[in-house]
């Protein structure tokens, strides 16, 4: 064979190898991007799929009636892979999840477990594992079917109800697919996920977050509680408001240290947070200096911190992950023993508020 043949051969050859994986490709025309998905319980012990598309602008300008942003399909079926395929053989266009927001769980499967409903999620490559993982109570068809009120694209409006960068807060809690699975096979830490309900004004509203053993949810704390969470996780940010007697605050900033060690075979767990925090506002009714607002915030949030230890010690969930601060006392054995050790372990928590930039508030 000839240097130029060869040279051609060798040519041909690689082009196709830079080619290759292309020919399954389908056109972006051809793709029917899932924006938010849904997954609720139906009768006969069956799970009803939602499912909500965006619609561009050239579809619903295109002589078809459409007035939408948005288009909304549900199947029923035993599992949610069976619903996918049910809905593929119907869909005039190929389903795909690769810019899936957000996941919608029916709170009731969530009390028999979220794995059986998710673990599809981890199954499909195709699948974002930042997606947003939310609960929510009662019927689901509002929320697919009702257009987004400040009119963002379907999975947009989602998106920024969690995110930290728009209407994101510390009650909301957001969680991604891949914290809610890290968590689920940690044994020396539980999940906190937030659960919604239907909205009359907006979308859907959050009624707190649930705290889970192992994969089921066995337990709700309040929107005001989960500022307890955010406190001692350090995940605390920076525009939370807290009412106090006469007074608004706003916290700036948190600095919790955690101490922990064994003793006697417990866990003894010591938290010591300072916050610093600025007056946003005070009640004419009420006169208060700097250390009463100072006392009342302390006080409100140390009884607000016992109530929530409480309820998730009763329930053997501990979603501030200090199982984790145990790693390497326990041996791999004992990790499965730690629900039970965290119910029976002291936690003492001390808040020393701080109060600046007072204004004119506090002057005489």
């Known amino acids: 064979m000839k240097p130029t043949q060869l040279l051609r051969l060798f040519g041909i050859i690689f082009v196709c190898l830079i080619l290759q994986g292309c020919w399954d490709v389908k056109d972006i025309d051809n793709r029917m991007l899932v924006a938010v998905l849904g997954i609720e319980q139906a009768e006969d012990d069956k799970i009803s799929l939602w499912l ?110 969690f995110e930290s960068y728009a209407g994101g807060t510390p009650q909301k809690n957001k969680v991604p697919m891949w914290s809610l699975f890290s968590r689920i096979y940690n044994p020396l830490e539980e999940n906190i996920m937030p659960l919604l309900s239907r909205g009359s004004e907006n979308m859907f509203e959050l009624k707190g977050n649930a705290f889970f053993v192992g994969d089921k949810m066995v337990g709700m704390i309040t929107p005001e509680e989960t500022l307890i969470y955010e406190i001692v996780s350090k995940k605390m940010s920076d525009f939370e408001i807290e009412t106090t007697e006469g007074a608004n605050v706003k916290i700036l900033k948190n600095n919790t240290m955690i101490t922990s060690k064994m003793s006697a075979g417990k866990p003894v767990i010591h938290i010591h947070t300072l916050l610093t925090m600025t007056l946003m506002d005070s009640s004419q009714a009420t006169q ?77």
């Open 52 to 161: 909500r598309f965006p619609i561009t602008k050239t579809t619903q300008t295109g002589g078809g009636g459409l007035d939408k942003n948005f288009f909304m399909t549900r199947q029923k079926a035993d599992t949610v892979v069976d619903a996918l395929d049910e809905l593929r053989s119907r869909l005039p266009k190929s389903l795909d999840l690769s810019e899936t927001r957000a996941i919608f769980l029916d709170q009731k499967l969530a009390e028999r477990g979220v794995k059986p409903y998710l673990e599809f999620a981890v199954r499909d490559r195709t699948l974002p594992l930042s997606t947003v993982v939310s609960l929510v109570s009662g019927s689901m068809e509002t929320i697919f079917t009702k257009p987004n009120p400040t009119g963002e694209l379907s999975g947009i409006y989602t998106k920024l109800y």
């Open 288 to 364: 208060s200096n700097t250390t009463e607002i100072e006392e009342s915030v302390n006080k409100l949030l140390e009884q607000r911190a016992e109530k929530v230890f409480k309820q998730t010690k009763q329930k053997k969930s501990d979603i501030f992950g200090f199982g984790n601060r145990f790693r390497s006392t326990l041996t791999s054995a004992q990790y499965k023993n730690w629900p039970d050790m965290y119910e029976h372990a002291t936690i003492e928590i001390e808040i020393i508020s701080k109060l600046r930039n007072t204004g004119l508030q506090m002057m005489k």
